[in-house]
């Protein structure tokens, strides 16, 4: 269902005296209960490629933000949606379910129903053959989503920022760093959230982290290891990677290139989480560019997402 058409031109002002005008036609659209987003398309092509965006962990919109008292309000996925559209890509960018959480009564959501949202939306856009490729790209969370819906789905797949470990890993590394003492307690906990669904035994210290609903998401996240799903896609593959990302490290994207020897690995010099450049003097500010909407995006990423999706035309 379309609930909205509007036509937008957009000036961005750079550094320098000159400026790109940016022309759009953006529309809302639900395509079921659980997914609302916003349709992104360019008057310069016809049946153009279209992009579906899927963000990372947590409650994000379809902005790549999220909600109130959060740190992230970087507007990163509009900006990427808005640029695309000027080299003639569309885009399709959605609020994850769980910002429907309360308001559908959902008591639990598992990793899966990510992955059946995006493989309704790619479904919807099949249908209506408007475009001459459907992507998937997913960004953090959002690449083994990504990956996982794409299979047998979409034309090609792009990851950013995507871990090459599973989850149970991640966490371990993550909270390893915080908590060294309690590295035993920790493994087991996790792993016994992997084999049986759930545990009574964890550190108190996390008890937020290991609350019921958390441990069934958990429990589902684990079932899959993004560097073995990746290896199953037969389509065309773009693996994103800044180098100043504080969240996923470079090695991260080296794991899926090897998993998937056919993709494509491009690392983004000075590239953070939310798609902005972070120079060695400017170190500092990397998490506040989260909260930074009016900092421009990496000057590299939409040519090389261009590249990528313009050249799935010749193959």
């Known amino acids: 269902m379309r609930n909205l058409k509007l036509s937008f031109i957009l000036i961005f002002f750079g550094s320098a005296t000159a400026f790109a005008q940016l022309t759009f036609t953006e529309e809302e659209i639900t395509i079921d209960k659980f997914t609302d987003g916003t349709l992104v398309l360019s008057p310069i092509a016809e049946n153009p490629p279209l992009v579906i965006f899927i963000q990372g962990s947590g409650p994000a919109n379809r902005d790549g933000n999220s909600p109130e008292g959060m740190i992230n309000k970087s507007d990163f996925a509009k900006k990427l949606a808005y640029e695309l559209a000027d080299k003639g890509i569309a885009s399709f960018r959605f609020d994850k379910r769980s910002l429907k959480a309360k308001e559908l009564n959902l008591e639990s959501i598992s990793f899966d129903d990510f992955v059946t949202d995006?493989?309704?939306i790619l479904g919807h856009f099949k249908n209506e053959r408007n475009f001459s490729n459907l992507i998937v790209?997913?960004?953090?969370q959002g690449s083994l989503i990504?990956?996982?819906?794409a299979k047998d789905n979409a034309d090609a797949f792009i990851s950013i920022a995507g871990?090459?470990?599973s989850i149970e890993?991640?966490?371990?590394?993550?909270?390893?760093?915080?908590?060294p003492t309690l590295k035993d307690d920790i493994n087991k906990s996790l792993q016994e959230i992997k084999k049986n669904g759930s545990t009574a035994e964890y550190p108190k210290i996390l008890g937020s982290l290991f609350s019921p609903p958390n441990q069934a998401f958990l429990a589902s996240w684990m079932q899959h290891d993004p560097s073995e799903e990746i290896a199953k896609l037969k389509i065309p593959v773009l693996i994103i990677q800044g180098t100043r990302d504080l969240q996923v490290k470079e090695e991260q994207a080296e794991m899926l290139h090897k998993a998937a020897p056919n993709s494509e690995l491009v690392m983004l010099k000075d590239m953070n989480h939310v798609f902005r450049e972070i120079k060695e003097e400017e170190k500092d500010q990397n998490l506040a560019s989260y909260n930074n909407p009016e900092k421009p995006l990496h000057p590299d990423v939409i040519p090389v997402l261009t590249d990528f999706i313009k050249n799935l035309e010749n193959k």
């Not at 790209?137 to 953090?140: C, D, E, I, N, V």
């Open 163 to 165: 871990p090459g470990k």
């Open 146 to 149: 990504g990956m996982l819906a």
């Open 118 to 120: 995006v493989e309704n």
């Open 137 to 140: 790209a997913g960004h953090s």
């Open 169 to 179: 890993h991640i966490l371990t590394e993550q909270l390893l760093a915080q908590l």
